[in-house]
């Protein structure tokens, strides 16, 4: 009854029927104008023409663009309506114009070892090229003197994690998506409580949206009682002129600028398996020690200071404040962060660099494979070439209409060679890329148009570090417990099944 209750009267219901009134009384109202007055009608269609055609002239995706011009000519009131609603790229001018400023802020601090840089080109000069796009375009270094460490799951990661707070004893930061009231994050609280007391400082970002069916509203407010500084992104509001398109999606947490975790692991019991949901739940994550830190570091001061419009000196922060002892040496190490302020889909172009520069293999796991056409043809001619490409996905899905869309990607895929795996324990929800037992890269971006394209988000590139080959490990045993699926399986899919992947590809960018 509690489950139920929760359901029907739970914020995330009680905000969508918000929305969904206004949008159909808004939706009716303009219907009967336009239905009654000529002049109305023809007022719509060209606003929705005029609409089409910014759409068409930006420079953005074309899959997406395809999607809200059929959209919108097939209803130009209920079309425009959605567009205005969901398909802004933008955060507002106001949020817009903060952000800028500390993305400019971040990029001025993150100064370049050119002697890391040197000696990757000197190493290998094809790898250098991927590590100098993420420089020039991600405007996020490469480090030399940074551990890391690889985690195949949830439970896994936990116990390293608390270690890390409970050694803390300058600062803590933690970036988060999903914050989820249970036994995992009861843990970190109480521990981020205690460190408090002890004059720790302590700052918590959460998504508002991704919160929104597991906290209650103004959270924030209860831990800013606690004195732990905490600030929701985006905070949601159940009203027409408020753009939620934008998220931040990043696991971020850093302790005393030494210590950085991320990955896809978010704060919330599945993840750490306390609970079942769709089976097993699989995440990675990765932990880095040393000099990277510093990148992560960054990422949360800008996106904190963005959103309660302060400025403070970063420098402070810094890894070698605290730590005077050397740093490992573990190969070349490059944490990332995207933004869809900038229209440069870092996360996106770091995997397709991979896929295509892949001289043996690459093997990937994702909990959603809805890609667009550059992402397809470069998997397609990579195992056309002779690479062995693999791709894992959930056996169990979390949401069965985007699992629909995803298994429709299968047949394209495996034509090519593409090998392609269903977990079969449960819901893989790693976003992970291993290559050539030398690259790899773990963190928060999924396959899909929403992390790659509006969606703030990070992870760690890595070129012959300890993690690497500890990534090829879990992909071979993830492999084995996995069920491949042939060609004979999107053979056999029902008439009725294959019409509505056809629908939901034509609205993929908009899932």
């Not at 976003?431 to 890269?441: G, H, N, P, Q, R």
């Amino acid at each position: 009854m509690k489950k139920i209750a929760h359901l029907l009267f739970g914020r995330m219901t009680l905000v969508g029927l918000a929305i969904l009134l206004q949008v159909a009384w808004l939706f009716t109202v303009l219907w009967q104008f336009s239905y009654q007055f000529t002049y109305v009608n023809l007022f719509i269609r060209g606003i929705a023409i005029i609409l089409v055609l910014v759409i068409i002239n930006r420079w953005s995706n074309p899959a997406n663009k395809l999607s809200w011009t059929f959209l919108i000519l097939l209803s130009p009131i209920l079309g425009t309506l959605l567009y205005f609603l969901f398909g802004r790229e933008n955060l507002t001018r106001y949020m817009r114009r903060h952000m800028e400023k500390f993305n400019r802020e971040i990029a001025e601090g993150l100064t370049h070892d050119e002697a890391a840089e040197q000696l990757l080109q000197e190493t290998d000069a094809s790898v250098y090229c991927q590590s100098k796009y993420i420089s020039d375009f991600g405007h996020f270094p490469v480090y030399r003197n940074t551990a890391t460490k690889y985690y195949k799951c949830g439970e896994d990661m936990f116990p390293d994690m608390l270690e890390a707070l409970r050694s803390a004893e300058h600062f803590i930061f933690l970036e988060y998506f999903i914050i989820k009231e249970g036994e995992m994050f009861q843990t970190i609280e109480d521990i981020l409580e205690e460190k408090v007391k002890q004059g720790v400082e302590v700052r918590l970002i959460y998504d508002d949206m991704g919160c929104i069916g597991t906290l209650p509203p103004h959270y924030y407010k209860v831990l800013q009682k606690k004195g732990i500084k905490c600030a929701a992104f985006n905070p949601f509001r159940p009203v027409l002129s408020v753009i939620m398109n934008n998220r931040d999606h990043r696991k971020i947490l850093v302790v005393d600028g030494t210590v950085g975790f991320t990955g896809g692991i978010n704060l919330a019991d599945e993840y750490i398996n306390r609970i079942e949901r769709f089976g097993y739940w699989k995440d990675t994550g990765i932990r880095i020690e040393g000099e990277g830190v510093w990148s992560l570091t960054n990422m949360f001061l800008g996106m904190w200071d963005s959103i309660v419009h302060s400025t403070e000196d970063y420098r402070k922060y810094m890894p070698s404040v605290y730590q005077k002892k050397p740093f490992m040496d573990d190969g070349f190490v490059q944490p990332y962060g995207d933004s869809p302020l900038d229209h440069e889909n870092v996360g996106e172009n770091i995997y397709l660099n991979i896929i295509s520069r892949a001289k043996n293999y690459v093997y990937i796991f994702t909990p959603y494979l809805i890609i667009d056409h550059e992402t397809l043809v470069t998997l397609r001619n990579a195992a056309k070439s002779g690479v062995d490409v693999r791709i894992v996905t959930p056996g169990i899905p979390d949401k069965k209409m985007v699992f629909l869309l995803t298994q429709s990607y299968y047949r394209p895929l495996l034509e090519a060679g593409v090998r392609i795996y269903q977990y079969t324990p449960g819901f893989i929800h790693a976003k992970s890329f291993v290559c050539d037992d030398e690259i790899a890269t773990v963190g928060s971006v999924n396959l899909d148009f929403r992390s790659l394209y509006l969606h703030f988000e990070c992870g760690v590139w890595m070129y012959r570090s300890r993690a690497v080959m500890q990534v090829k490990e879990d992909c071979m045993e993830t492999f084995a417990c996995s069920q491949e699926i042939g060609l004979e399986f999107c053979r056999k899919r029902p008439l009725p099944v294959r019409i509505l992947q056809s629908l939901l590809r034509l609205f993929a960018p908009l899932m």
